[in-house]
Nanobody, 130 residues
Framework: QVQLVESGGGSVQSGGSLRLSCAGS????????MAWFRQAPGKEREGVAA????????YAEAVKGRFIISQDNARNTMYFLQMNSLKPEDTAMYYC???????????????????????WGQGTQVTVSS
């Protein structure tokens, strides 16, 4: 059974930093696409960043240059999102998601569509105050 558990959320002031972690268990995917999404109250879930099993990354324009997605290459079930220069508009519940791929390389991996991902964590809240 696939499980994803996010941690590291919290409350910070504008300009601060947080590092989110996502711990996966119950699977071993040789090829995959992993992504972070966020959802603010009353808004749709939106993609933040993605990383594939080869380490290729992509970012939403809103976070480019401020957020860094990474993974533990020794344990490819541990993922991170370093969030710097946080803004009040980054306030949201943050979710990690992973989807296996059946080709290697894994193909295009982005966080554009949450429907591309079948396994999700429960989320961790990030609140940025001005």
């Amino acid at each position: 059974q696939v499980q994803l558990v996010e941690s590291g959320g919290g409350s910070v002031q504008s300009g601060g930093s947080l590092r989110l972690s996502c711990a996966g268990s119950g699977y071993r995917y040789g090829s995959y696409c992993m992504a972070w999404f966020r959802q603010a109250p009353g808004k749709e879930r939106e993609g933040v960043a993605a990383i594939d099993s080869r380490g290729s990354t992509s970012y939403a324009e809103a976070v480019k240059g401020r957020f860094i997605i990474s993974q533990d290459n020794a344990r490819n079930t541990m993922y991170f999102l370093q969030m710097n220069s946080l803004k009040p508009e980054d306030t949201a519940m943050y979710y990690c998601a992973v989807e296996p791929r059946y080709t290697d390389p894994p193909g295009i991996c982005t966080a554009q569509d949450p429907n591309d991902f079948g396994d999700w964590g429960q989320g961790t809240q990030v609140t940025v105050s001005s």
